[in-house]
């Protein structure tokens, strides 16, 4: 059963960074592109950052320059820095991942459970 986690949340002072991790664990054969995406109360969930498995990377123009994801292919890690955090970045962040788990499955979607990130002004 493949499943991921996510951790590095918390509550931080506008103008902070965190580092959020999303680390899979069980049988996998490959991850294609990993994304982080987040819900704020009352809102619908919004995807923040992609990356595929050879590096490309996409942002939402609202955290384009401020937040970097990144991957480690040999952990099936990937991370979320975010930095010049503002109030409205508050939110609980998913991560959601392409995976193909055995060579004679077709590759699904997986997600997190989730992280809260809260930001103070």
């Known amino acids: 059963q493949v499943q991921f986690v996510e951790s590095g949340g918390g509550l931080v002072q506008a103008g902070g960074s965190l580092r959020l991790s999303c680390a899979a664990s069980?049988?996998?054969?490959?991850?294609?592109?990993m994304a982080w995406y987040r819900q704020a109360p009352g809102k619908q969930r919004e995807l923040v950052a992609t990356?595929?498995?050879?590096?490309?990377?996409n942002y939402a123009d609202s955290v384009k320059g401020r937040f970097t994801i990144s991957r480690d292919n040999a952990k099936n890690t990937a991370y979320l820095q975010m930095s010049s955090l503002k109030p409205e970045d508050t939110a609980v962040y998913y991560c959601?991942?392409?995976?193909?788990?055995?060579?004679?499955?077709?590759?699904?979607?997986?997600w997190g459970q989730g992280t809260q990130v809260t930001v103070s002004s």
């Open positions: 959601n991942a392409d995976v193909k788990a055995r060579a004679w499955l077709r590759s699904r979607d997986y």
């Open positions: 069980g049988t996998i054969l490959s991850i294609n592109t």
């Open positions: 990356i595929t498995s050879g590096g490309d990377t």
